[in-house]
């Protein structure tokens, strides 16, 4: 009697030992397709890194960061929407009877009469010159100074200049701004480094005047120089002071700074003390 098979139990058959004409048929064709994949795939990976080639050629390579970049990185006023919102806090404080519209705001470095560097945020109205401290570190508004346009007597623009035997020194040029032509400041006022009483101020540029196309408009000294004399001679016209009525006098001359010995100064400018500045942590 023939044996049953288990109906549950199938042979494996390996068809690649068949030898037969349609065997030979089929391998033959799948080598052809396998050949032909390959070789698409060749072609395709091939334009895929030429395509990348030509756009890596046509797209300029990142330059990588100067020693000057790593620098302008410390001023807390270039990190993003800092000075945007130092000039939403500014703006708070305008009175519109006293300032007037606003006209243009810049950042500038203020130089005091002993040649300490201070960050300021400048700003032209209509009425008034608003020379403000912001603290860009923790987004606070500290206080403004304002002086009207038409007391601005005198707006000096050129190079700064020092005693003979100062140690302190400063390269490039400058703007001061004096204010009341009736008052000189006293002596004790020049010899007090703390002294609100000068009647004047002076503006060099911002350390970050090279930083962003943004920053270069805002922190120009020449073109500050430029639209407060327009500022100064419109408010002079719209609102004459008796004794000033002939405007203000704007002139070419020379910044001089009565520093003698300058040693403060040296040591604040050096290392940016007048600026909201990172500088470092220390850990364990």
Same mark, same amino acid.
């Not at 091939?46 to 001023?75: I, N, V």
């Given at each position: ?25 089929? *391998? ?25 080639? %030509?756009?890596?050629?046509? =797209?300029? *390579? ?18 993003? $929407? ?32 002993? +040649? ?33 346009? +038409? /007391? ?6 050129? !190079? @700064?200049? @020092? ?10 040029? $400058? ?8 008052? %000189?400041?006293?002596?004790? =006022? ?9 009647? /004047?101020?002076?503006?060099? !540029? ?15 000294? !020449? ?12 408010? /002079? ?21 009565? =520093?003698?010995? $300058?040693?403060?100064?040296?040591? =604040? +400018? ?7 500045? *990172? ?6």
């Amino acid at each position: 009697m023939a044996a049953i098979q288990d109906p549950g139990h199938f042979q494996a058959v390996d068809l690649s030992s068949e030898t037969g004409p349609g065997a030979q048929q089929t *391998a033959g064709l799948e080598k052809t397709m396998l050949t032909d994949d390959r070789e698409g795939a060749a072609r395709e990976t091939e334009d895929r890194l030429g395509h990348q080639a %030509e756009k890596d050629q046509a =797209s300029p *390579a990142p330059s990588s960061p100067t020693p000057l970049d790593y620098k302008l990185r410390k001023f807390f006023v270039l990190r993003p $929407g800092t000075f945007d919102q130092a000039l939403a806090d500014i703006k708070a404080q305008i009175n519109q009877q006293e300032d007037g519209t606003l006209q243009s705001t810049w950042l500038l470095t203020e130089i005091d009469h002993w +040649n300490n560097e201070k960050e300021r945020v400048v700003l032209i109205c209509e009425k008034t010159l608003l020379i403000c401290k912001y603290d860009f570190m923790v987004l606070t508004y500290q206080y403004c100074r304002r002086v009207p346009l +038409n /007391y601005i007597d005198r707006i000096y623009y050129g !190079e @700064f200049s @020092f005693p003979e035997r100062s140690i302190s020194r400063r390269e490039g040029k $400058g703007v001061r701004i004096h204010w009341d032509k009736l008052r %000189e400041a006293s002596f004790l =006022s020049r010899w007090n480094p703390w002294s609100t009483e000068i009647p /004047y101020t002076t503006f060099a !540029e911002h350390p970050a005047v090279n930083a962003t196309e943004r920053f270069t408009s805002l922190c120009q000294l !020449e073109n500050f120089k430029i639209q407060l004399s327009q500022a100064v001679q419109k408010a /002079y016209q719209v609102d004459p002071v008796p004794g000033r009525a002939n405007g203000a006098l704007i002139l070419n001359h020379p910044i001089a700074i009565d =520093s003698y010995m $300058g040693v403060m100064s040296v040591i =604040s +400018n050096q290392n940016r003390l007048g600026y909201s500045l *990172a500088r470092g942590s220390v850990g364990f």
